[in-house]
């Protein structure tokens, strides 16, 4: 977002940095998008704006991943399933909406992500919360 509507002087070097920046602000155009659906009560159409969105935001990681790889045996192993399972499920709720067979299924599938964030936040927040830093 610092890109879009602030502008930043230096994003990153190379070709990376202005994939990155690419992807931001054609993410940002594909979240309004899907606001502007979801007020119109474009199930499908929402769904599918989500899920170009998603998308977008996975493709803007790949120029690091490229860079640095992909560390499934490492401390943080949840990174790299996110990394794989997130354009998964993306595309996967695409479909869905695309065929109109399970509109109301594909819209939790691509919202799926985005719960387990919320479950995770709310995880720490209740451990935070009981024992403290």
Not at 53 to 62: F, K, M
Not at 88 to 104: E, G, H, M
Not at 108 to 126: D, E, N, R
Request: charged share 10%; net charge neutral.
């Amino acid at each position: 977002m610092a890109y879009v509507f602030m502008g930043v002087a230096n994003p990153a070097s190379g070709l990376g940095g202005w994939t990155t920046a690419a992807m931001g602000g054609l993410q940002s155009l594909a979240a309004v998008a899907a606001f502007v659906l979801a007020a119109r009560r474009d199930l499908r159409g929402t769904t599918l704006a989500v899920a170009g969105s998603i998308v977008l935001g996975w493709l803007s990681t790949l120029p690091s991943v490229v860079e640095q790889g992909l560390d499934f045996h490492g401390d943080d192993r949840v990174t790299p399933v996110y990394f794989v399972v997130s354009p998964l499920f993306a595309i996967a709720a695409a479909t869905l909406a695309w065929r109109n067979v399970y509109p109301i299924a594909a819209a939790l599938f691509v919202s799926a992500m985005t719960f387990v964030g919320i479950l995770i936040v709310a995880a720490f927040a209740i451990i935070i919360a009981m024992y403290g830093f």
